[in-house]
Nanobody
């Protein structure tokens, strides 16, 4: 089992920044791809950013150039740095750990991000 705990959400004005954190209960980054998803009211959950076991990263087109995913192996923590935030970034953000071979998935509880003036 893996527990994921997100933090760092909140209310921010358009153009502002937030950094989300996702703390894993144990060291899993060499086995699990770490993802950030988000879900806005009335919309499907969408993949925002990923960091693979080797450190490669991928981003949704809507956040490229504004969001950065990173990880600290010593702290078992993944981050999502969000800059130049827009109202359309408002959503609940979820941390996900995915292991493809054995098809294992773990989710955090989510953290609310609201971008509004």
């Amino acid at each position: 089992q893996v527990q994921l705990v997100e933090s760092g959400g909140g209310l921010v004005q358009p153009g502002g920044s937030l950094r989300l954190s996702c703390a894993a209960s144990r060291n899993i980054f060499s086995i699990y791809t770490m993802n950030w998803y988000r879900q806005a009211p009335g919309k499907q959950r969408e993949l925002v950013a990923s960091i693979g076991t080797g450190g490669s990263t991928n981003y949704a087109d809507s956040v490229k150039g504004r969001f950065t995913i990173s990880r600290d192996n010593a702290k078992n923590t993944v981050y999502l740095q969000m800059n130049s935030l827009k109202p359309e970034d408002t959503a609940v953000y979820y941390c996900n750990a995915a292991e493809l071979i054995l098809d294992r998935n773990y989710w955090g509880q989510g953290t609310q991000v609201t971008v509004s003036s």
